[in-house]
């Protein structure tokens, strides 16, 4: 059985509208810049374009909509809790969902921390609906006391803070399926940037007489990147019909998914620092702002372990004997 995954003209037309946007409003300096800070203002504009809540029944899309959105939004590295605020609308009613897709409410989600240490919570001062994901459960949570703030990797504002659960929510396997379906599509399309950007690279800068392109050493890798993402990519949009059709398989492959764009995606981040060598380290370089937030979200979500076992459950086989 085969399966169409080209979008349709709707969701390519929901593409190039955002790449639209993210060109003229979120080129690179402007990620640079916003280092540390919330994107106060481009989140405004991403929810008057409808992207929040573009899988909720108002928003009139679905998984392969978020997909679409993703995969501009990722090659443009835009940031803030893009993937957090899908598993919300999936989760959350009323007066609460209609606010998180106007962009007014701001979603935290962090993992459950080990033992007695305190949470390590992104946007620990913006957020307005603080959530806590625990193996496959997602629990409502509220902050105790002021945030430790500290210095990440992907360059968002984190806090070391207590977190008080206040209930477990409904749908947690809904929201964390659309969760790693967005965080794919857009960990592929950063990667794609950052091939492409080095790529560029290795075409004009000579070494010993000769482009960096022309050795294997550097061809390679990025043609190995490519194609990894390019399946990556694939995943994601299959994991989205999935989601979409309401299959049982759904959260097997959006798990599988989102261990395929991690893969690719980080691998990609190392081969695009080898060729770049110093420069592809350096704040202020062509592409750290982008494999600093891929890193950042190689962690993100439902832990690996967990993402493992989904995956592995599509075949029967049980993650804790294989």
Request: one cysteine or more; glycine letters at 10%; charged letters at 20%.
């Amino acid at each position: 059985m085969s399966l169409d995954l080209t979008f349709s003209d709707e969701q390519a037309g929901i593409l190039d509208a955002i790449r639209k946007f993210t060109k003229e409003r979120c080129p690179g300096e402007t990620v640079r810049e916003l280092a540390g800070k919330f994107p106060t203002e481009l989140w405004a504009e991403l929810a008057e374009l409808g992207v929040l809540p573009i899988a909720t029944e108002d928003g009139g899309g679905g998984a392969l909509e978020v997909v679409a959105a993703m995969e501009a939004l990722g090659a443009a590295v835009f940031p803030g809790p893009l993937a957090e605020t899908f598993l919300a609308t999936q989760i959350l009613e009323g007066d609460e969902l209609q606010e998180v897709g106007a962009g007014e409410s701001i979603v935290s989600l962090s993992a459950a921390p080990r033992g007695d240490a305190l949470s390590l919570v992104p946007w620990p001062e913006q957020a307005k609906v603080s959530l806590q994901i625990d193996g496959t459960n997602i629990y409502r949570c509220k902050t105790v006391g002021s945030p430790e703030m500290v210095t990440s990797l992907g360059g968002d504002p984190y806090g070391r803070v207590k977190l008080e659960r206040t209930g477990e929510v409904k749908n947690a396997a809904r929201g964390l399926a659309l969760f790693d379906i967005a965080v794919s599509a857009y960990m592929a399309a950063a990667g794609d940037d950052l091939v492409e950007v080095t790529a560029e690279h290795a075409r004009t800068r000579k070494q010993f007489g000769r482009t960096l392109g022309e050795f294997q050493a550097v061809a390679h890798p990025l043609a190995e990147s490519s194609i990894a993402l390019s399946a990556s990519r694939t995943l994601a949009r299959a994991a989205a019909c999935a989601f979409d059709e309401g299959r049982d398989d759904a959260n097997g492959l959006a798990a599988g998914a989102r261990l395929s764009a991690r893969k690719s995606a980080l691998f990609t981040v190392y081969a695009s620092h080898q060729i770049f060598g110093a420069m592809g380290i350096t704040l202020e370089g062509p592409v750290y702002h982008v494999s600093r937030r891929i890193r950042q979200l190689s962690s993100a979500g439902a832990s690996v372990a967990v993402a493992h076992e989904e995956a592995l459950a599509l075949f029967g086989i049980n993650a804790v004997s294989a």
